[in-house]
């Protein structure tokens, strides 16, 4: 299994769906987990951080699966400016410090 | 509060030549870290420093090397460049290698 891998997608869906995309990672020992924004060209920026079973921030909700090593991002009414490749993102060391491991992204591409 | 910033934006070298990369990280955080991104591929991991240490080094050949200035700024040196190196590199930072970890603008090196 890759340490982090992820659908690349793209993901076309219209405004005001509600979309998920799917992480898994092959490092049992992580304990934290973050899901990042890209935009083209652009630097990735934190979206949300995942410590426990799950968050939420507004409408965007992450959840964690730890027995089956899965971790997912569900954005509800989908708006234009979403679009970007979101990335699943887990720290190299089995607890929360250090470098992190990169997912592939999945392209999301929201039309009006 | 300032972010992380990079310099330059763009870097166009040729073959053979030598790249210096620079980063300046956000006040109070010590570790930097610093990463690849080539056209189509993820973030691969380069190097990671905190304290004027190396703590981690990606799978990357020894032509690339850096360091970390006691004000924690840092450089990326990426010598006898090849036509594969053509990618934006990015430097984000951190409190001591806790998350989560800020990204720059980043660098576009493009080679010749």
């Known amino acids: 299994r890759k340490e982090v891998e992820q659908d690349p997608g793209p993901f076309n869906v219209p405004e005001g769906a509600t979309v998920a995309f799917n992480c898994t990672y092959s490092n049992s020992a992580s304990q934290s987990f973050f899901w990042y924004r890209q935009d083209c060209r652009k630097e990735p920026k934190l979206l949300m951080s995942v410590y426990s079973s799950g968050n939420e921030d507004g409408r965007f909700t992450a959840q964690l699966n730890r027995a089956s090593q899965y971790i997912s991002l569900l954005i509800r009414d989908s708006k234009l400016s979403d679009s970007a490749t979101y990335l699943c993102?887990?720290?190299?060391?089995?607890?929360?410090?250090?470098?992190?491991?990169f997912g592939k992204g999945t392209k999301l591409s929201v039309k009006p | 509060e300032a972010g992380v910033t990079q310099s330059p934006t763009h870097l166009i070298k040729t073959r053979g030549q030598q790249a210096t990369l620079r980063c300046s990280p956000i006040s109070g955080h010590t570790s930097v870290y610093w990463y690849q991104q080539a056209l189509g591929l993820g973030l691969q991991f380069l190097l990671w420093?905190?304290?004027?240490?190396?703590?981690n080094r990606g799978n990357f050949p020894p032509r690339f090397s850096g360091r970390q200035f006691p004000n924690y700024s840092s450089e990326l040196n990426v010598n006898a460049l090849e036509l594969e190196d053509s990618a934006l590199y990015l430097c984000a930072s951190s409190l001591q290698g806790a998350q989560p970890q800020h990204f720059g603008d980043g660098t576009r090196l493009s080679i010749l």
């Open positions: 993102v887990v720290p190299n060391y089995g607890g929360s410090q250090g470098n992190l491991i």
């Open positions: 420093y905190d304290e004027g240490e190396e703590r």
